[in-house]
Nanobody, 123 residues
Framework: QVQLVESGGGLVQAGGSLRLSCVAS????????MGWFRQAPGKEREFVAA????????YYADSVKGRFTISRDNAKNTVYLQMNSLKPGDTADYYC????????????????WGRGTQVTVSS
C-alpha cells in the first residue's frame, strides 16, 4: 500500500507563492495518476489538480487554472503543486492522493490519501 506525505504548506501573504510536495513510498509511483485536493474549514474537500502517470497530461479546477501548476518527478516518487498569485480563498488544508479509478475530478476516485499540509493566505 502506497503511503503519501505532503509538505511545503505555510503562511503566505496574498499574491505570494508556495510549492507543495508529496512524496510517495513504494515502487509503483510511476504507474498511477496523482491528484491534489483541498479542504477549507466547514467545506467539502474539492479537486485542485491532477496529473497523469507519465506527467504528460494535467487537469485543473477552474479556480486555480493559470495560477497553479502540478508536476511530478517519477525518479523521486514526488508530485508537486506550484501555487502562484495566492488568494485568501486558497486557504485550506491541501491533500495529495493516488488516483484509483474513474474521473480525476472527484474525491471517490482516489485513495490512499496523505494527511495534508496547511496553507494559509493572509490578505
Amino acid at each position: 500500500q502506497v503511503q503519501l506525505v505532503e509538505s511545503g504548506g505555510g503562511l503566505v501573504q496574498a499574491g505570494g507563492s508556495l510549492r507543495l510536495s508529496c512524496v510517495a513510498s513504494g515502487r509503483t509511483f510511476s504507474t498511477y495518476a496523482m491528484g491534489w485536493f483541498r479542504q477549507a474549514p466547514g467545506k467539502e474537500r474539492e479537486f485542485v489538480a491532477a496529473i497523469s502517470s507519465s506527467g504528460t497530461s494535467t487537469y485543473y479546477a477552474d479556480s486555480v487554472k493559470g495560477r497553479f501548476t502540478i508536476s511530478r518527478d517519477n525518479a523521486k516518487n514526488t508530485v508537486y503543486l506550484q501555487m502562484n498569485s495566492l488568494k485568501p480563498g486558497d486557504t485550506a488544508d491541501y491533500y495529495c492522493a493516488a488516483h484509483d479509478s474513474g474521473t480525476y475530478y472527484i474525491v471517490k476516485s482516489y485513495g490512499p490519501w496523505g494527511r495534508g499540509t496547511q496553507v494559509t493566505v493572509s490578505s
